[in-house]
């Protein structure tokens, strides 16, 4: 059986070292570790930190991840084009001086080098007095992939 290095120290919370096998099994069972591993801690010596348990449990590390890997591929929600990505909007409007109107935010962001379509969502808002404002009423635009 595989063991995860978090997954190991998750069920040894709480561990007082030095600890032997015996007692890191019955912290281990205590905290929800499976039989597979609570046997594994039985034949331990003691050992006097969590960087000894793994060194013996060094063959038995590995495998999947409890829960599965998450998944590489993103998902978007679905918005108007075009779309921004709200730390792509904040990072264009660096050195905001609020309140702002629409004419004066995108002169800001397309000084801090934003592309054309942010420039011409922004200089149609009306004055706004912070970021929340900015992004609320950018809302329909935030999200979808980047770039």
Do not use: W
């Not at 597979?36 to 039985?42: F, P, R």
């Not at 060094?58 to 075009?82: F, M």
């Not at 264009?92 to 962001?109: S, T, V």
Request: aromatic share 6%.
């Amino acid at each position: 059986m595989a063991f995860q290095v978090t997954e190991v120290q998750r069920f040894l919370k709480g561990a007082d070292y030095p600890m032997d096998g015996k007692a890191l099994a019955e912290l281990a069972k205590k905290n929800g570790a499976g039989d597979d591993l609570v046997e594994a801690l039985k034949n331990l010596p003691e050992v006097d930190g969590p960087n000894a348990v793994m060194k013996y449990l060094k063959g038995e590390l590995g495998g999947p991840t409890p829960g599965g890997a998450p998944s590489k591929e993103r998902h978007y929600k679905e918005v108007e084009r075009p779309a921004f990505q709200v730390n792509e909007v904040q990072r264009y409007l660096k050195g905001a001086d609020y309140p702002m109107d629409g004419k004066a935010l995108a002169e800001l962001a397309k000084k801090n080098g934003a592309g054309d379509d942010l420039v011409d969502a922004l200089k149609n808002l009306p004055k706004v007095d912070g970021p929340n404002a900015v992004m609320k009423q950018l809302k329909a635009h935030l999200g979808g992939p980047p770039g």
